[in-house]
């Protein structure tokens, strides 16, 4: 984990997330891995970093730069570090949803990506930022989680 860290402090700004946008990583294809210069084994341990700094709210990415970034293990990193209740309550939830295994895996994963790329904990998700997720991640099964938080007054019961 120090070695993100170290590699961010080159680049300007007061906090994480200005001298990330200075460091061009939430620029589309630009992955914090490219920092390592080419060091198989640093390039792993940053993806791994940026996941926790990512998990920990640290830096709010862009969508392209989370898919660039794809950091190993994110959901149990982000699920772990939220300590979020009512995130807990969806998971519990969603287990005994008559969905597919890959489905709640897929649910659950991209949830969590979602609340990291709009800087948003569960509670504050609206209608009009799950459908643009799911618009900008065809496929990606987070429509298996629309009515369960429809069902936990995440979402109004109207929509």
């Keep these: 984990m120090r070695r993100l860290p170290q590699q961010l402090a080159a680049a300007t ?46 830096i709010q990415p862009t969508e392209d730069a989370f898919r660039a970034t794809n950091p190993p293990q994110y959901t149990e990193k982000f699920l772990a570090l939220s300590r979020d209740p ?16 890959d489905g709640r895996k897929s649910a659950i ?8 790329v709009y800087g948003i904990a569960l509670a ?21 989680a629309w009515p369960l938080l429809r069902d936990m007054g995440v979402l109004p019961a109207g929509v």
């Design 13 to 58: 700004g007061q906090i994480w997330q200005e001298r990330w946008e200075a460091a061009g990583l939430n620029q589309p294809g630009r992955a914090v891995a490219d920092l390592a210069d080419g060091d198989p084994k640093w390039r792993s341990r940053l993806a791994r970093a940026a996941g926790i700094a990512l998990a920990m709210r640290m």
């Design 86 to 101: 009512l995130l807990e309550e969806f998971r519990s939830r969603l287990q005994r949803r008559p969905v597919s295994a």
């Design 109 to 116: 994963r991209h949830l969590c990506r979602a609340l990291t």
């Design 124 to 144: 504050d998700l609206t209608p009009g930022a799950l459908v643009h997720y799911a618009n900008a991640h065809p496929g990606c099964g987070i429509a298996a």
